[in-house]
């Protein structure tokens, strides 16, 4: 908080004003740390001068004056000296709750949500069931832990002496069981006969050489000249 004094002074007067009439705020983290150290002293005073008051002594006015120094709202300390000093009672510190609500958007800052424990019953209530299921709890384990010691106690496992283990009878012997039979001997297997030789493959003919095409054709030409003389013959 890089503030001067007095823009520091009146920057925590108006967010301690705002949760006396609001009971609870939205603020940066720093901001509400800072101001639960100067409305905390605030309330305590005025518990103070609230439980006087109602023990039957004069009204404090000295009291009122000083706090009103610092908060310049009227209906502000009006509602401090009564509902919030009797909501009080006679707690010992600790008015305040800082509850951290992640970062903000934009610069990063991180926020918090101040409030007034006693105003807050939702919470309360939660917390003290919380607080009871718990305790409930821890009584049930350390009773069943007691238990079990106990029982472990009352029956304990002596060690068993040499005479009292039984003897173990003696299991009957296995009877050897009957020679087997001997195997007969297998007939001997026969001698195959010997595979025949085969025959020898006759060599074939050697193929004769073919006689050369031009030598046909000349024997065809002289066989049809002498077909012509032979003809010719008889018409002369």
Known sequence: MSRTASHRKALLSALSTALIKHKRINTTAAKAKEMRRVIEPLITRARDAYLREKAGEAVDIHARREIAKFIRDKEAVKLLFSEIA?????RPGGYTRVLKLGTRLGDGAEMAVIELVDYNDAQDSKQRKER???SKAAMQRRKAAEERKAAKEAAPMAPASVDEV???PPTDEVTPAEDAAPVED???VEDAAPVEDAAPVEDAAPVEDAAPVED???EDSGSADEEKTSDEEPKA
């Open 186 to 188: 297998a007939a001997p």
């Open 86 to 90: 009797e909501k009080v009672g006679k």
């Open 216 to 218: 046909e054709k000349q």
């Open 132 to 134: 009871v299921a718990r």
């Open 166 to 168: 039984e003897e173990v």
